[in-house]
């Protein structure tokens, strides 16, 4: 279970690392840090869950993803259509696609030993 935090710290530093690499290019730097944003909201919104609506700690963390890629999906739909950079946000949507299904495989054997394989060796 502790090495599940492994791709969304990796998703979150690859998004701020965008960030600073489009930070002269302030409409796409503006959006990498609101996807970094939605990367922190995702705990918060997952303890939320858990404590305060009664969901299982693993239905938590799945809803807060999918309300997270919901809002992402509107974010993007709302810059495509203003005809704005809307990269930023497809960037995001797919680095939380992989991460809700690294989350929903967690059991299976393909994230077990990557997993296994990190918690052995820094835990």
């Known amino acids: 279970m502790i090495a ?8 979150f530093a690859f998004l701020y ?14 959006r990498y840090m609101i996807a970094t944003a939605l990367f922190v909201f995702g705990p918060a919104a997952g303890r939320a869950l858990e404590f305060y609506a009664g969901f ?21 739909i709302y810059d495509w259509i203003k ?9 995001t949507l ?17 994230w077990q030993y990557p997993g296994g394989f990190f918690a052995d060796h820094f835990f």
């Open 56 to 76: 299982s700690f693993d239905n938590s963390v799945f809803y807060s993803v999918l309300l997270i890629e919901i809002f992402t999906v509107i974010l993007l």
């Open 4 to 11: 599940l935090n492994i791709p969304g710290m990796v998703y």
């Open 94 to 110: 797919l680095f939380l696609l992989a991460f809700h299904i690294t989350w929903v495989f967690k059991s299976s054997q393909w």
């Open 83 to 91: 005809k704005v950079p809307f990269l930023p946000y497809l960037v």
């Open 17 to 30: 690392l965008l960030a600073m690499i489009n930070r002269k290019n302030g409409a796409s730097h503006m």
